[in-house]
């Protein structure tokens, strides 16, 4: 299994409501990351989790919570999001967090927030 | 200061031919890793090549090679013999040293291959 697995793949939100996104990886490796795209730009790192512990957060508003429950699963849950978040929300994980291993990318949610 | 640079936004090659994409880079690392991704219209990225800061031959997967010069911080895209599949954003990223865990991405280039 070479893949991350993300679901779901399309989400529309009102700003009260709370969901969550979840991405799977049957792969071994041991860093997980969130990014995330808005239109027409690259893709910006929200959270890194090596070894199931968060590494890096950065600065994403408290909106966004991350959770690692373990090796093969990473969540992001949204609560009171804005019309501004609407973005694609792309999972990736790597080996490990060293310089030589790329990452693999799950498909994306393309999250809307109404 | 930008770490990647991606000086084209768009490009239009015809079919059969060989493409470059521009990308430079700006670090003080010794140790890097140098990335390229496809992500096609329905929003997957998907890995191409990788090149190591320390490896001395330029890095080759089938119809793709990066050209790689270390001392001018370049790491071009080479698409050989372009497929109207080619067609999408190409980013060019960079893994820094050990405890920078991030890949950060260009601003990438939007390839459409013209039948």
């Known amino acids: 299994d070479t893949e991350v697995t993300q679901t779901p793949k399309h989400l529309v939100m009102g700003m009260t409501n709370k969901k969550s996104l979840k991405c799977e990886q049957h792969?071994?490796?041991?860093?997980m990351y969130w990014y995330k795209q808005k239109a027409k730009k690259p893709p910006e790192l929200m959270f890194v989790?090596?070894?199931?512990?968060?590494?890096i957060n950065e600065s994403v508003p408290s909106r966004f919570s991350p959770e690692c429950p373990n090796s093969s699963l990473l969540n992001l849950h949204l609560h009171a999001l804005q019309p501004e978040d609407s973005a694609l929300y792309l999972c990736?994980?790597?080996?490990?967090?060293?310089?030589?291993?790329?990452?693999?990318f799950g498909s994306g949610t393309r999250l809307t927030v109404v | 200061a930008q770490k990647i640079t991606q000086t084209q936004p768009g490009m239009f090659v015809q079919e059969k031919e060989a493409v470059t994409l521009d990308c430079t880079y700006d670090t003080s690392d010794q140790s890097y890793g140098l990335f390229w991704y496809k992500q096609p219209s329905s929003g997957e990225m998907i890995f191409l090549i990788y090149?190591?800061?320390?490896?001395?031959q330029n890095a080759t997967e089938g119809r793709y090679s990066l050209n790689f010069q270390k001392a001018r911080k370049s790491a071009n895209l080479v698409i050989s013999a372009s497929q109207l599949g080619d067609s999408a954003m190409y980013f060019c990223?960079?893994?820094?040293?050990?405890?920078?865990?991030?890949?950060?991405f260009g601003t990438g280039t939007r390839l459409t291959i013209i039948p």
């Open positions: 792969m071994g490796h041991r860093a």
């Open positions: 989790y090596s070894y199931e512990k968060l590494s």
């Open positions: 990736a994980s790597s080996q490990t967090v060293q310089t030589s291993y790329g990452y693999t």
């Open positions: 990223a960079m893994r820094e040293s050990f405890g920078n865990e991030k890949l950060t």
């Open positions: 090149q190591g800061s320390y490896d001395e």
